[in-house]
T-cell receptor
Framework: GQNIDQPTEMTATEGAIVQINCTYQTSGFNGLFWYQQHAGEAPTFLSYNVLDGLEEKGRFSSFLSRSKGYSYLLLKELQMKDSASYLCAVKDSNYQLIWGAGTKLIIKP | NAGVTQTPKFRVLKTGQSMTLLCAQDMNHEYMYWYRQDPGMGLRLIHYSVGEGTTAKGEVPDGYNVSRLKKQNFLLGLESAAPSQTSVYFC?????????????FGAGSRLTVL
């Protein structure tokens, strides 16, 4: 079966750096997405990786290793507003998105 | 620019009742999707549409029907609601299906079935 694994919850301190991991086993691979979802709100797009390596976008970076079935989202200079769930999703060989359950990130002052 | 609008935002139903969730997008997107989100689980695709007049089943289609009569609207119907359909429902749209097609989500509709 297809599977996306992410930690359920992580805690970090304001101003620090946190890395949220995502491992996947899917039938084929056509890209990996990270979305942010604040409590009670809609998911919003953060990043997309289709080739191996690091994509940087301001305070957020996303890394992909297709051979390892692994990605991480790196958040730098954490702010209180970064408290949210972070969803990892992989597009399989049929171009269907398979979603992880999300990682709830709690930022403490 | 409203993006994706879902109505209603909240609804309580009794078992066996029917209802329709409406999704409207003003971005001229071809693809539209209905997902459900339950605690501890990833988003699960119910039905989707690749264009006006088309619909297709997703991962969990049983108990739901959809229609896409106009490009901008995607309706999700529950014919006979069951407690297992208590969930938060998200509509999303995208310009296309392949590549880095970013989904734009609506604000969600929280449905409780008693």
């Amino acid at each position: 079966g297809q599977n996306i694994d992410q930690p359920t919850e992580m805690t970090a301190t304001e101003g620090a750096i946190v890395q949220i991991n995502c491992t996947y086993q899917t039938s084929g691979f056509n890209g990996l997405f990270w979305y942010q979802q604040h409590a009670g709100e809609a998911p919003t797009f953060l990043s997309y990786n289709v080739l191996d390596g690091l994509e940087e976008k301001g305070r957020f970076s996303s890394f992909l290793s297709r051979s390892k079935g692994y990605s991480y989202l790196l958040l730098k200079e954490l702010q209180m507003k970064d408290s949210a769930s972070y969803l990892c999703a992989v597009k399989d060989s049929n171009y269907q998105l398979i979603w992880g359950a999300g990682t709830k990130l709690i930022i403490k002052p | 620019n409203a993006g994706v609008t879902q109505t209603p935002k909240f609804r309580v139903l009794k078992t066996g009742q029917s209802m329709t969730l409406l999704c409207a997008q003003d971005m001229n997107h071809e693809y539209m999707y209905w997902y459900r989100q339950d605690p501890g689980m990833g988003l699960r695709l119910i039905h989707y549409s690749v264009g006006e007049g088309t619909t297709a089943k997703g991962e969990v289609p049983d108990g739901y029907n959809v229609s896409r009569l106009k490009k901008q609207n995607f309706l999700l119907g529950l014919e006979s609601a069951a407690p297992s359909q208590t969930s938060v429902y998200f509509c999303a749209s995208s310009l296309q299906g392949s590549g880095a097609n970013v989904l734009t989500f609506g604000a969600g509709s929280r449905l409780t079935v008693l």
